[in-house]
C-alpha cells in the first residue's frame, strides 16, 4: 500500500480567513510588546518594519524579543492562551471534516502560525483530531514559509523520505517552491492569479474540490 503524506497549510487554505482575526491576533501581540518593552503603540508601530528587516524575520514578536531581549516562548503562550476562539469568528465547518476524515494517509498541518493558535483554529473547525500533528512555526525554529530552511526543518520533523507519496496544500504559490523541488506534489488553493502559480502541479479554487487532486 501506498504510504502518503499530506501536508496542509491553515489559513486561507482550510478556511477563509474573518476580517477579525488579524486585528484580534494583533492587537494581542502589540500589547503585549508594549507590557514587555515599556514602549508606547506608536513607537512598536514605528519600530516594527526596521526590527522585521535586521532580525530577518516576518514575526513582530520575534523581531521585538531579540531587540528587547524578552523570552519569546513565554510571550507566546501567553498571547496565544490568551486567545478566545470565539473573538476569531472562525467556526465549524461539516463539509471540510468529512472531506478530511475520507482522504488516506496522514495528515499534518504545517504553518507559519503558532501552534497553540492553529490548535485553537482547528478546534473551533472541528477538524483537530483529524491530524496526526500539527507544526506551527514555533517548532520550527521560528523559520516561516516560503524559506527553504523552513521546509527543511518540517521534512524532518514528518520523516518525509518515509512516504511514498507527498502532497503539499497552500494557499500561496510561493510557499510551495521549496517542497515542489524536493519532489512533493503541490497543491494551490485559489484563482490562480497568484504569482507563485508556477510553483503548484494543480490548481483547485476551494478545498473542497481537493478529491479531484488526491483520490
Ligand atoms: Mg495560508
Do not use: C, W
Not at 531579540?66 to 490568551?82: Q, T, W
Not at 497553540?116 to 473547525?125: G, V, Y
Not at 523520505?161 to 521549496?178: C, M, Q, R, T
Amino acid at each position: 500500500m501506498t504510504k502518503r503524506l499530506i501536508l496542509f497549510d491553515n489559513d486561507g487554505t482550510l478556511y477563509q480567513i474573518p476580517r477579525v482575526f488579524f486585528n484580534t491576533v494583533m492587537d494581542n501581540i502589540y500589547s503585549g510588546i508594549i507590557k514587555a518593552t515599556g514602549k508606547s503603540m506608536e513607537d512598536v508601530l514605528r519600530e516594527n518594519k526596521a526590527l522585521k528587516e535586521k532580525y530577518k524575520t516576518d514575526l513582530t514578536a520575534r523581531a521585538f524579543s531579540k531587540e528587547y531581549g524578552f523570552d519569546l516562548e513565554r510571550f507566546n503562550s501567553h498571547i496565544y492562551e490568551n486567545i478566545n476562539p470565539s473573538d476569531l469568528e472562525v467556526s465549524r465547518d461539516q463539509k471540510l471534516e468529512s472531506l478530511l476524515g475520507s482522504l488516506e494517509g496522514e495528515k499534518v498541518i504545517y504553518t507559519n502560525n503558532h501552534t497553540t493558535l492553529a490548535r485553537k483554529i482547528l478546534n473551533s473547525l472541528g477538524i483537530e483530531g483529524l491530524f496526526e500533528d500539527v507544526i506551527g512555526v514555533d517548532q520550527l525554529d521560528y523559520f516561516s514559509k516560503p524559506s527553504s530552511q523552513s521546509f527543511q526543518l518540517v521534512s524532518e520533523k514528518v520523516g518525509l523520505s518515509n512516504f511514498d507519496e507527498v502532497f503539499f496544500v497552500e494557499d500561496k504559490g510561493i510557499n510551495l517552491k521549496p517542497a515542489r523541488e524536493l519532489g512533493v506534489k503541490t497543491v494551490l488553493v485559489g484563482s490562480g492569479k497568484d504569482p507563485g502559480r508556477e510553483y503548484a502541479d494543480f490548481l483547485i479554487p476551494t478545498i473542497y474540490e481537493l478529491r479531484g487532486v488526491i483520490q
